[in-house]
Antibody, heavy 121, light 110 residues
Framework: QLQLQESGPGLVKPSETLSLTCTVS??????????WGWIRQPPGKGLEWIET???????YYNPSLKSRVTISIDMSKNQFSLRLSSVTAADTAVYYC?????????????WGQGTVVTVSP | QSALTQPASVSGSPGQSITISCTGTSSDIGDYNYVSWYQQHPGKAPKLMIY???NRPSGVSNRFSGSKSGNTASLTISGLQPEDEADYYCSSYTSSITLVFGGGTKLTVL
């Protein structure tokens, strides 16, 4: 059974870089079946798609965040990562790593439990 | 990219049916059959309820159904149950090879 688990610091200072890692278990991140992605949810607000990566290295970004985000895959560790630079309080959110077992770019049926990231001095 | 438009709230009594709309544009919902719906209970990760406009993942009740007409997608829940009370989000693939979500709809079961 495919499972995802986010990890990373829960507190980041303004202007610094937020870095999160998602560990994949139950299948290989090299699989051609999956797109891997990140979604976030600010407190009391809706879902926002951040970015998606395919095993081949193809990446896709939310235009509003594109200048600040990077997504990468570490096949040796079966992990993929998010880096968001120059953070502000508006980046405070629950961050989820996600994937689809339907081989879809969207339709995320597997979610991590979510990790809370607070941007504060 | 602009968020898809959903009503902020809907309500219904147990046993009734409700429909949540999700309006986009010809660059997303109108041009692709890649609309998904998610259910989110407080403090929990979202759960996929519908994908590719009409498909239900294994394990999702057949009380949940999806449809699309033009630039608007809809989620219908029939035979409302108390546990259906949650937030619901739609999403769509776009012509820019991105994803866009709706603002979310709070469903209250009276």
């Amino acid at each position: 059974q495919l499972q995802l688990q986010e990890s990373g610091p829960g507190l980041v200072k303004p202007s610094e870089t937020l870095s999160l890692t998602c560990t994949v278990s139950g299948d290989s991140i090299r699989s051609t079946r999956y797109y891997w992605g990140w979604i976030r949810q600010p407190p009391g607000k809706g879902l926002e798609w951040i970015e998606t990566i395919y095993y081949s290295g193809s990446t896709y970004y939310n235009p509003s965040l594109k200048s600040r985000v990077t997504i990468s895959i570490d096949m040796s560790k079966n992990q993929f990562s998010l880096r968001l630079s120059s953070v502000t309080a508006a980046d405070t959110a629950v961050y989820y790593c996600v994937t689809s077992t339907f081989s879809n770019f969207d339709a995320f049926d597997v979610w991590g439990q979510g990790t809370v990231v607070t941007v504060s001095p | 990219q602009s968020a898809l438009t959903q009503p902020a709230s809907v309500s219904g009594s147990p046993g009734q049916s409700i429909t949540i709309s999700c309006t986009g544009t010809s660059s997303d919902i109108g041009d692709y059959n890649y609309v998904s719906w998610y259910q989110q209970h407080p403090g929990k990760a979202p759960k996929l309820m519908i994908y590719d406009v009409t498909n239900r993942p294994s394990g999702v009740s057949n009380r949940f159904s999806g449809s699309k007409s033009g630039n608007t997608a809809s989620l219908t829940i029939s035979g409302l149950q108390p546990e259906d009370e949650a937030d619901y989000y739609c999403s769509s693939y776009t012509s820019s090879i991105t994803l866009v979500f709706g603002g979310g709809t709070k469903l209250t079961v009276l």
